[in-house]
């Protein structure tokens, strides 16, 4: 076990640990509010759409999780304009953006002069050379999410599950959702950082599924997220560093064999009880 | 004559830019009981949600004389998510007036308030329950309470006795009932002879809107105002089920 632990004395090691808990935490509030509204899909659109904004961040020489930030945010604003109008089929237009994003992203990076950037590290993370900024962004926007989810708990959890109802009630719908928008764009594009685009959406969903095999209510499954998600993202990362395997695929498959586990220990526990009850 | 709760005056409205329903005028006077039928995608539905406010007005206006009534509103169940993850109580206090502002957390004699209607309706064990697991009756109970617990002027139900059998129907007739007493109720239902014995009037939704002064409709009257609907013996209404005639 010491000798599992010698590995903390790694600046680097430390700052990965903190981030896959931190980006554990983050999602768990976000991906809740993703997986109960059954907008996974949406999630899908705004983290490939973002490898646009990665692109052209790289072309230009800006900072790739800004341009990650600006395409992710209009995407989901974009997303939920368009379901606000009702004539324009929402599944069609978040495919569009989906696919335009990697495209435009392939176009820049492939016509960036010079150095190649490290696409691998976008479409798979790179939580072994997180920085101290990148920590700090990653726990202020966490704290910030979290103030949210608190003062607003109630007409967040309203408008996700019955949007008329809580518009007879006077609650602005609208307001709600796209502040939900950019909080989930936001979320999405910071967690990229840890477990890359093509992995992320796992992290905000395996630990919610895991959860709900607990409860079904709401304000229970974000903490039972948090829990599971962090168990398992620091099992991978220790897994990854010891197997010497990619982090974020390895994150992803450790919540995925989770999930696995639990879910036969609650239907194994059940079935006892059934035949002792 | 009392001053009129609403005035829906030769409304037009619809989804993205067709109208479903056109020259819509209605009066709704204070503790009416107006029965709304008609067949299904008739415009039932529709006409709730623009009095709602949840829908645009192509044309026409919407007066309310003495301000916006307090409203309770029962949404159809077709149109309810029932594997949300929520329980019976967190759906119940959403009904909660919120006086502009919403707090993170229900005060205590909000609370109170909350478990108590859910004890004066056989709810109270299923607190804690998410509404994915309950059955069609505690489901309209639940949402039933959440229209009622914060003591609305005016209660819109759309459907309320879908998948509920005879029992709860009378139970629910007999809480309207009650309820007509202190609040203005507009109840839509696709079946005239369940509804009949419990309004006052009836309006027949068809693409426009029929007002029928008393709760007694003869299949002749139902034929003139292009409302097929279920006929369905009760008391004077005849016994035979009206062909559709499609409209336009
Ligand atoms: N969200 C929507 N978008 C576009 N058209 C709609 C929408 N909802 C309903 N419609 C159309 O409006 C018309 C009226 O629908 P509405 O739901 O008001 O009928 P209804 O009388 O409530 O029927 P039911 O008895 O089946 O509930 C229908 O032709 C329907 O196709
Ligand atoms: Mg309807």
Redesign the interface.
């Known amino acids: 076990m010491s000798e599992l632990l010698t590995i903390l004395d790694y600046q680097f090691f430390r700052h990965a640990l903190a981030a896959a808990v931190l980006t554990s935490l983050l999602a768990a509030m976000v991906g809740t509010y993703i997986v109960s509204r059954k907008i996974v899909f949406i999630g899908g659109g705004i983290t490939h759409a973002s490898f646009g904004g990665i692109g052209l961040a790289y072309y230009m020489g800006l900072n790739p999780f800004m341009g990650a930030a600006v395409f992710g945010i209009m995407t989901a604003l974009g997303i939920e304009w368009v379901s606000g109008k009702g004539n324009i089929r929402e599944d069609s237009a978040i495919a569009i953006l989906w696919s335009l994003g990697m495209a435009l992203g392939i176009i820049f990076v492939f016509m960036t002069p010079g150095y190649a950037p490290n696409l691998m590290s976008f479409l798979f993370g790179s939580i072994l050379s997180v920085g101290k900024t990148d920590l700090y962004t990653l726990a202020g926007f966490f704290l910030l999410t979290l103030f949210v989810f608190v003062v607003f708990f109630r007409p967040i959890l309203y408008t996700a599950f019955d949007p008329e109802f809580a518009k007879v009630k006077g609650i602005p719908v609208r307001t709600y959702r796209y502040l939900m928008s950019v909080i989930m764009a936001l979320a999405i594009v910071l967690s990229i950082r840890t477990v890359g685009i093509i992995l992320v959406l796992s992290i905000f969903t395996i630990p919610q599924i895991t959860a709900m095999l607990f409860t079904r209510n709401f304000a229970l499954i974000i903490p039972l997220a948090a829990l599971w998600g962090v168990t398992g993202s620091v099992a991978g990362l220790f897994a990854a560093y010891y197997m010497n395997i990619p982090s974020g695929a390895s994150i992803i498959f450790f919540l995925t064999i989770q999930l696995i586990l639990v879910k036969l220990i609650v239907t194994l526990h059940r079935q006892v009880q059934r035949r002792s009850g | 004559m009392k001053e009129p709760l609403l005035i829906l005056d030769n409304i037009r409205t619809g989804?993205?830019?067709d109208p479903v329903l056109r020259e819509v005028s209605l009066e709704i006077y204070p503790l009416d009981f107006i029965g709304i039928i008609g067949p299904n995608g008739g415009g039932k539905t529709t006409l709730i949600?623009v009095i709602?406010?949840?829908l645009p007005l192509f044309s026409g206006h919407i007066h309310f004389p003495s301000g916006k009534p307090k409203?309770g509103?029962l949404?159809q169940v077709s149109?309810?998510?029932r594997?949300?993850?929520?329980?019976v109580k967190?759906?119940i206090?959403?009904?909660v007036?919120?006086s502009?502002k919403?707090?993170?957390?229900l005060s205590s004699n909000k609370k109170e308030k909350v478990r108590k209607m859910m004890d004066e309706a056989g709810l109270g064990g299923l607190s804690?329950r998410?509404i994915?697991?309950l059955s069609g009756g505690q489901l309209q109970k639940t949402f039933l309470c959440?229209a009622l617990i914060d003591e609305p002027d005016l209660l819109i139900l759309d459907e309320p006795n879908t998948h509920v059998d005879k029992h709860f129907e009378q139970e629910l007739h007999e809480w309207l009932k009650e309820l007509n007493k202190k609040m203005t109720i507009l109840l839509v239902s696709h079946d005239i002879g369940t509804i009949s014995p419990m309004v006052k009037t009836i309006a027949c939704v068809n693409r426009t809107l029929h007002y029928h002064p008393s709760n007694q409709l003869s299949e002749e009257v139902l034929k003139v105002y292009n409302c097929p609907v279920d006929v369905i013996a009760h008391g004077p209404v005849p016994h035979r089920v009206l062909k559709s005639h499609g409209h336009e």
């Not at chain 2, 594997?83 to 329980?87: A, H």
């Not at chain 2, 919403?102 to 957390?105: A, G, I, S, T």
Request: aromatic content about 12%; glycine content about 14%.
């Open positions: 989804y993205n830019s949600k709602l406010g949840l409203t509103y949404p149109q309810i998510d594997s949300f993850p929520i329980t967190e759906v206090s959403s009904g007036g919120t502009g919403l707090l993170p957390f804690s998410p994915g697991e959440r």
